[in-house]
């Protein structure tokens, strides 16, 4: 019962570094998202995709790109690493968009120095 | 929801007492709301959901109440356990078929 799985959970990076965030999930779910988490701060959506073959920009979607590899991978990617990037990056899934319970992986926890 | 900013509003109880959670929502067409429950260097973790044609809603240990005239939802606990230490947030759906909005979570502390 692994449900959402991110990898890797930790990662230095310096400024201006790439890096590949990693979320697969085996419940069969339609929809997949991205989130970031700071300190004391609400989740804020940064991509989704509802579906395979479709993405969607959220609340905070510059910086980043995302790529829905299959039905079972969302991934997100850091092109130009920015200190103010630094944060918890959190992978979750639903059956579909809407009124469903999103169920999150343990996350990633990304420091850019 | 709330958003708090840095500090979280901190709920203490004594183990075994009943703990309630409250959440204001800002938008009144919000017809979905969800409660989380976020275990530290966790992710957060599903409790229980409320659709807006509903007051109520039991599960098991928790009741979540929703009042659409003042725009309140809140999480009670029954017998409330160590393990129940964490933050909760609640989360509402403002636009049919889009994206749940978060809010910025109470933090919960038994003590025992």
């Known amino acids: 019962n692994a449900g959402v799985t991110q990898t890797p959970k930790f990662q230095v990076l310096k400024t201006g570094q790439s890096m590949t965030l990693q979320c697969a999930q085996d419940?069969?779910?339609?929809?997949m998202y991205w989130y970031r988490q700071d300190p004391g701060m609400g989740l804020r959506l940064i991509y989704y995709s509802a579906s395979e073959g479709t993405t969607d920009k959220g609340e905070v979607p510059n910086g980043y790109n995302v790529s829905r590899l299959n039905k079972r991978e969302f991934s997100l990617r850091l092109e130009s690493a920015a200190p103010s990037q630094t944060s918890v990056y959190f992978c979750a899934s639903s059956s579909r968009v809407g009124n469903q319970p999103q169920h999150f992986g343990d996350g990633t926890r990304l420091s850019i120095l | 929801g709330e958003s708090v900013g840095l500090h979280l509003p901190t709920l203490s109880v004594q183990e075994g007492d009943n703990s309630i959670i409250n959440c204001a929502y800002s938008n009144s067409a919000s017809d979905y709301f969800i409660w989380y429950k976020q275990e530290s260097g966790k992710g957060p973790q599903f409790i229980i959901d409320i659709r807006s044609n509903m007051d109520k809603r039991q599960g098991q240990r928790v009741t979540v109440l929703l009042n659409k005239t003042v725009k309140h939802l809140s999480l009670q606990i029954a017998a409330t356990q160590p393990g129940d230490s964490a933050v909760y947030f609640c989360?509402?759906?403002?636009?049919?078929?889009?994206?749940?909005?978060f809010g910025g979570g109470t933090r919960l502390m038994v003590k025992p």
């Open positions: 419940m069969n779910h339609n929809s």
């Open positions: 989360a509402e759906n403002p636009n049919a078929g889009n994206m749940l909005t």
